[in-house]
């Protein structure tokens, strides 16, 4: 009795359901914590019955319970206990509850199964807080998955490390992976090994701080690289020591990647921008300049340090604001590639000429910029410029060599019977002093011509291998009394000058019109300098004036003074002709006309470097050769007589020089045959004996001079030629240029002059 009671008790307060059933699966007996766990009423609360089980079996995942896998069901058909059947039923009131069961057989004194004992535990806050756990378990691998974020946790004493699924994911490894101090390093990239060992040392556990670095990887799974990012917070214990890490590690293989395109595309944008001829600039919407490519200061001179940050209207012309307004109204209204040609403040105080075009850049519809590109078209216009002038050189030329080939007719004439007639009257004539006033007339008009012909570079060169020092040497003597008292003049003459090849008439002519106009520049007194050198021409900087003479070696003319200099207006009008700043009747302004010409005709270049008040200073490169000058170059002495007896055929197209040129000659003995073109005079030579000089014209129309005495010569070869000429034309004197070894006779000619060639060709 006492000991039934003690299991009736044991019954009523056990934790744990415990059930009875019968053979048929009727409820015999439940104790208080089965009624409560199963929702079970009593039938009738004295017969200790129950209603019939409603509740529906299912697995704990909801799945279906097979009927013959229920415990009474196993332990009725095998007789043996069953243990901890995980079993979830859905109780009348609809409450799911998950149990875990054990049932066990009751058997009668024969030894047959009477009954089912079965005890019924609630699992069903246990289960849900564990399905919580792994939901939470499974969402959290799924963030770190989504993220590429693994974590770890590091034991700092052992060096043993844990790691989420996600880490070895990204780090390629399994758990079976050493995770211990020499897995951890196997892992980052050889490369960054001991720089990373040295930063987890010293700077993390050295230093106690965070540990956050980024590094390479290579994963052993299948040897690729990757990046990652690792997270680490240090956590220490009571007494201060460190011992663990806790951290994150985060894959960041494609942000690397994509910065490294963007910064590969950056550089190229950039190597674009810097290496490109182009100002690039960019401007605030206010006009503030925000950025500068380096070919700014190349081409400005001022650095990009200056400019940026300040208004972009202060780089410009001021008469090229509105311009620049312009431009600037045409691409707001985004009209199609607008231009503007704006002038450009440089650093030396001059402006250079750019071509802009604009841009405008704008970001939800209001302009937050503007980008600029300027080409510099300078050197553009200035060859476009030079390319107009030399055209009208060319015109100017023409005509000029037109005009000077009649009026050299005509003042032969005058110049020939002014000193025939000087020449018949008494030497106390009162006439004398008119027709000196003709012949003084007739030279002035001569050296103009000449002048005509070498600004337009259609002079009669006769050019010989010399020495600049002797040509300055020479124009010394004349210079001492053109310059004046007050004017020192300095020589800085190279010994070992090289040689040239010109005309040493027209470098003697260069020269002094240089001087004159240096003595001109200096009313006050001063110094001319006149120096010669040897220099090596190449690699002079773009820029430099001297970048477009070829390289080699040159021979350098150099006249400067100490004279009032002149302005960048002047500087760049003083080669045109009959531009002068003097007063009228002071200057033609065809002195350095002539002296470009002639130095262009020599194949030379020439330089001028000026400021106002500075003085000027005029460079002449001529091309230097190996070959020594021809000692005494000197011209031939005037023969002693000039009279004759040989026949002479005189060729000249324009009636009045052939009549007086035959005059001349006739009165000093000669034998004249006279023809007024080229075919006449091969007609005329045909039939005639003894000819001892062909004397003639070279510019004549229908055969010229030189085809003449070609065809002469081939029956005569010892006949001796005497060429005269007003001015080069191509189709007899290429460039102007003679042979050497003809004789040239310069028109306008007098008598004297004439006849003075003659007789030194006959006799030469
Ligand atoms: N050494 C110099 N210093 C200052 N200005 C000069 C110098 N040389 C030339 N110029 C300027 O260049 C202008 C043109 O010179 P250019 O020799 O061609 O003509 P010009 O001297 O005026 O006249 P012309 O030489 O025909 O008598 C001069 O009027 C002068 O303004
Ligand atoms: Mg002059």
Known sequence: MLRREFLRRLADTSPVGILVMDRDGQIT??????EQVL????????????????????????????????????????????????????????????????????????????????????????????AAARESERLLQQSQRVARLGSYVLDVGTGVWTSSTVLDEIFGIDQTYPHDVDGWTGLIHPDARSGMLAYFTQDVLGKQRRFDREYPIVRPSDGSHRWVHGLGDLECDAAGRVVRMLGTIQDITERRRADEALRSSQDQYRALVDGVRDVIFALSPDGVLTALNPVFEEITGWSRAEWLGRQFAELLHPADLPGALGLLQQVLRAEPRPTAQLRVR?????????????????????????????????????????????????????LAGGVAHDFNNLLTVISSYSELVLGALAPDDERRADLEEIQAAAARATALTRQLLAFSRRQVLQPTVLSLNAVVTHAENLLGRLMGEDVALVTRLDPALGSVKADAGQLEQVIMNLAVNARDAMPGGGTLTIETRNVEIGGAAAGAPESVVPPGGYVLLRVADTGTGMDAGTRARIFEPFFTTKEPGKGTGLGLATVYGIVKQSGGYIFVDSEPGRGAAFRVYLSRLAEPAAAGAARPLPPKSVAGSETVLLVEDEEAVRAVACQSLRRLGYTVLEARNGESAAQLAAAQGAIAILVTDVVMPGMNGRALADRLRARRPRLKVLFVSGYADNAVLQDGVLEPGLSFLQKPFTPEGLAQKVREVLDG
């Open 29 to 34: 007996f439940a104790n208080p914590r089965a």
């Open 39 to 130: 929702g079970l009423v009593k039938r009738r609360i004295t017969e200790r019955r129950y209603n019939a089980a409603e509740w529906r079996a299912s697995r704990y995942d909801g799945g279906p319970f097979p009927d013959d896998e229920r415990p009474f069901s196993r332990v009725m058909a095998t007789g043996q206990p069953v243990f901890d059947v995980p079993l979830a039923i859905e109780r009348p009131d609809g409450q799911r509850v998950l149990l875990s069961v054990n049932a066990a057989p009751l058997r009668d004194a024969a030894g047959r199964v009477e009954s089912v004992v079965a005890t019924l535990e609630d699992v069903s806050r246990r289960e849900q807080a564990m």
């Open 346 to 398: 440089t650093r030396d105080g001059g402006y250079r000429v750019g071509e802009f075009r604009a841009a405008v850049q704008r970001r939800d519809g209001a302009v937050v910029g503007i980008l600029g590109i300027v080409r510099d078209i300078t050197d553009r216009l200035t060859l476009e410029e030079q390319f107009r002038q030399a055209q009208k050189m060319e015109a100017v030329g023409q």
